[in-house]
């Protein structure tokens, strides 16, 4: 097992790499930091993972956006950072040439594997992989989870070839979430006393939703993805970049420049008690991000 994903990775590993072919999944040397914590000791749990399995990124719409971006998987190399347990490929299906799937977390990345992933542990802030070797790389509601968002935005662009594709979608955006104000103190409200007391069936166990929140590193007020970071960080690097305004509830529209339904009433609120109106594209909740790399 472990010659066969050294020689399917072997080509696109960087000269100077320091993966390690010793365990079961072939790895990098991570940072101490408490995000990569966090998302380790999250994505890892056996448990946790299965329910974000099944209950995030599946649904019907989200696969006819993120189709209507990348088109077929078939015969390609796709490179899937912030893979989780392989939401994203389980959606969208295909046959590409690699399915390579880059996080974090070792109980992840083996159910990803059993999909089809190719895995691989690294920080997405410093990829062991070779450049402009692939047709596509996907980053889906993972960039958020990272110290850096610029630095594996740029990461995961350098791996594009000309001619292919990045697509990031499930972002944040910083407008959406920027409450202000009585709409502050209501999110706050929201994580602690609404959630526990009054609206138990959206809460999860205490330490899961400790351990949750722990890895939302930018996923909180003051904090989010721009379209400015998607230009300024993309553009410079020869691609051209369009950004895409939506409330995750919204297929292939959205790449019309639709949003769909305004957020849910209890974003409404926090919302227009910041002074945002809930119906305008900075309302938004998530950005998409399609940027093809000139030839």
Not at 252 to 277: M, T
Request: proline share 6%; glycine share 8%; with cysteine.
């Amino acid at each position: 097992m472990h010659t066969s994903q050294q020689l399917r990775l072997q080509s696109f590993l960087s000269p100077n790499h320091q993966v390690s072919f010793a365990d079961d999944i072939p790895s990098c040397s991570l940072p101490a930091t408490p995000s990569v914590q966090a998302n380790r000791v999250y994505f890892s749990n056996p448990t946790w993972a299965k329910t974000y399995f099944e209950a995030c990124h599946r649904d019907v719409t989200f696969r006819e956006r993120w189709y209507a971006a990348t088109g077929s998987w078939d015969d390609k190399i796709v490179v899937d950072i912030g893979c989780g347990p392989g939401n994203l490929y389980a959606n969208l299906g295909g046959k590409p040439t690699l399915l390579l799937g880059v996080d974090v977390a070792h109980g992840s990345l083996k159910m990803s594997q059993e999909l089809g992933y190719t895995p691989l542990i690294a920080d997405a802030h410093h990829l062991p992989l070779v450049s402009e070797f692939a047709d596509l790389v996907a980053i889906n509601a993972s960039l958020h989870h990272c110290d850096e968002m610029e630095t594996v935005l740029a990461e995961a662009a350098r791996l594009v070839r000309p001619g292919g594709l990045l697509v990031i979608d499930h972002e944040p955006q910083l407008t959406a979430w920027n409450y202000k104000g009585l709409g502050l103190l209501l999110y706050k409200m929201r994580l602690g006393i609404i959630y526990r007391f009054f609206l138990r069936s959206l809460d999860a166990p205490d330490e899961e939703r400790s351990k949750a929140l722990a890895t939302e590193v930018h996923h909180q007020p003051g904090h989010g993805v721009t379209s400015a970071l998607f230009h300024q960080t993309l553009e410079p690097m020869g691609f051209s970049v369009n950004v895409y305004p939506h409330n995750n509830a919204i297929g292939a529209d959205a790449l019309k420049g639709v949003y769909g339904n305004p957020p849910h009433w209890r974003y409404r609120i926090g919302q227009l008690l910041s002074g945002l109106n809930p119906y305008s594209a900075e309302a938004a909740l998530s950005l998409m991000c399609v940027a093809v790399r000139r030839v």
